[in-house]
């Protein structure tokens, strides 16, 4: 795969080791560490290559997104853990990721939903919105849908009705100020509703996204095999709904091209959640 393509860029541009009257190498800069360097270059070239060449050649090969359902921005909720089901039919599923965005691993996520051509939506916290900007506005250019899951991931059964309300309000205007807009949908923490949050989600016309079935990903020693298993046992049981998954979960994000593969060897079919444009 483009490989030819790859050669010929590498040696079109000259090498500092190889040019004539090159001052000799400082101490540290051995051939050795000259050639990793160029190594590093040559796979982040063909990471660059290999993303471009997946987004365009979206096919029968990849996963692909079936289909997008655009929800009112109005106070309802859905999710059969708790609520109504989306209007789903049997072998259909909504991708959803928590937690992040998080720099070491939500590119990761990105990058196999890209080679997939899926779509899913992601309720990031307050807190990591603040710190990374950039990437969550990423996750949007890329065709991904974003909600929010709180400021700080508190157990909100714990807290006072003004301390719950506080966590919603930061959580919230972290999100208006890296979008530019209010945010459409709400996810809770261990999805722990409350009364007062569920009013004021309502009054607010933020849709409370809770789910159908997840795979457990939270505990570090989790191996690729163990979520694919997991994914495919809750697939077998649900038979359609919403996803949760962990982007900021590092197993997870190494797990996903073999999670996304499962979903397609299935024959389960993504659907992409949006919510119509803030008035
Ligand atoms: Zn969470």
């Avoid at 040696?11 to 590093?40: L, N, V």
């Avoid at 692909?64 to 109005?74: D, Q, S, V």
């Amino acid at each position: 795969m483009h490989g030819p393509t790859i050669k010929r860029m590498a040696r079109r541009h000259p090498r500092p080791d190889h040019r004539p009257g090159a001052a000799s190498p400082r101490p540290g800069r051995t051939p050795t560490y000259r050639r990793q360097k160029r190594m590093r270059l040559i796979a982040l070239l063909l990471a660059a290559f290999a993303g471009t060449a997946s987004a365009a050649a979206c096919g029968p090969d990849q996963l692909n997104t079936e289909r997008t359902i655009t929800l009112k921005r109005e106070g309802a909720a859905y999710g059969t853990n708790q609520h109504a089901a989306l209007p789903l039919q049997p072998g259909e599923v909504v991708l959803t990721f928590d937690d992040g965005p998080s720099p070491e691993n939500t590119p990761l996520v990105l990058k196999a939903l890209a080679d997939q051509c899926a779509k899913a939506t992601f309720f990031l916290e307050g807190q990591h919105l603040r710190t990374s900007p950039d990437l969550a506005r990423r996750e949007i250019s890329e065709g991904h849908s974003v909600g929010i899951h709180s400021d700080t991931h508190p157990h909100l059964t714990q807290l006072s009705p003004e301390q719950q309300l506080d966590d919603l309000a930061r959580a919230r205007a972290a999100y208006k100020t890296v979008f530019g807009v209010e945010t459409p949908a709400y996810r809770f923490p261990f999805l722990e509703e409350t009364p007062t949050m569920l009013d004021a989600l309502k009054q607010a016309n933020i849709t409370v996204a809770s789910i159908d079935l997840g795979i457990n990903d939270w505990i570090p020693e989790d191996t690729t095999d163990i979520l694919a298993q997991r994914l495919n046992a809750s697939l077998d049981k649900a038979g359609r709904g919403i996803i949760l998954m962990h982007d900021a979960n590092g197993p997870t994000a190494k797990a996903l091209p073999t999670l996304l593969k499962v979903l397609k060897d299935k024959g389960y079919k993504v659907v992409h959640l949006e919510w119509e444009p803030a008035p």
